[in-house]
């Protein structure tokens, strides 16, 4: 499933790019010929993959039912506007594909389950493009949101040797939303950043009981560190 909505997702940013170049041009060229050697434009396009850290925080247990983590990827396109004339400000936004996962230990009452959380994700961020003694090379602390849907994933018992789907009323709603924080650096056309993401809804689903704790009350959040590759156009 992983390798098919990932493929997918890889046709849809190469038939993209052609596209979105063709229906723009500067001076006579298309732009992403002209555009790959303007590095302060007001503007810009950009394809950006990475490495998610995750954590799901069950809130009242005292720690207890701390999750560990398992790392999974993200892969998207953004889009960046700047705010206004003669001001280092810029809006940003795109589309992501991002798993996160988490393994709670065995319990008396549960066994070792692994857990695969399959989003697409919008994020809108405002950037601050610092630039620096360093030709070309800016930094790029930036704050702002995201809104998550969950599309699938599964859930691995190796108690009884079962998989079955993360999503329903008796284990996590699919809606997830936060803040984003972090700071990046970007180096002509080439872009690295380091973030976290907080997740501020409960994702618990309304009869939830797939793990159970003395001390559970009720409430599941999500985290999410995030180191992240990129190019802009």
């Not at 001076?27 to 302060?40: N, T």
């Not at 993200?74 to 988490?102: M, Q, R």
Request: proline share 3%.
């Amino acid at each position: 499933m992983t390798k098919r909505v990932f493929s997918s997702f890889l046709l849809c940013l190469v038939a993209f790019l052609p596209v979105t170049a063709a229906n723009d041009f500067y001076e006579g060229e298309p732009v992403y010929a002209s555009r790959w050697r303007d590095y302060k434009r007001d503007s810009y396009f950009g394809l950006r993959f990475g490495l998610n850290i995750p954590t799901v925080r069950y809130r009242g247990t005292g720690g207890k039912a701390q999750t560990e983590t398992l790392p999974r990827f993200h892969v998207g396109v953004v889009y960046g506007n700047k705010l206004g004339d003669g001001l280092p400000f810029f809006l940003e936004t795109g589309l992501t594909y991002t798993e996160k996962g988490t393994e709670i230990a065995e319990t008396e009452d549960t066994g070792t389950r692994k857990t695969i959380l399959r989003y697409l994700e919008i994020p809108v961020v405002l950037k601050y493009k610092l630039d620096t003694n360093v030709d070309d090379f800016t930094v790029q602390p930036f704050f702002g949101g995201y809104m998550a849907f969950g599309m699938g994933g599964q859930v691995k018992d190796y108690t009884d040797r079962t998989k079955y789907s993360p999503f329903g009323k008796s284990r996590y709603k699919r809606f997830d939303a936060g803040i984003k924080i972090g700071c990046g650096i970007a180096f002509q056309n080439f872009y690295f950043s380091m973030g976290y993401d907080i997740g501020l809804f409960d994702i618990a689903g309304k009869h939830y009981a797939e793990y159970q704790f003395d001390n559970f009350d009720g409430r599941i959040r999500t985290g999410n560190f995030t180191m992240t590759l990129g190019v802009d156009f």
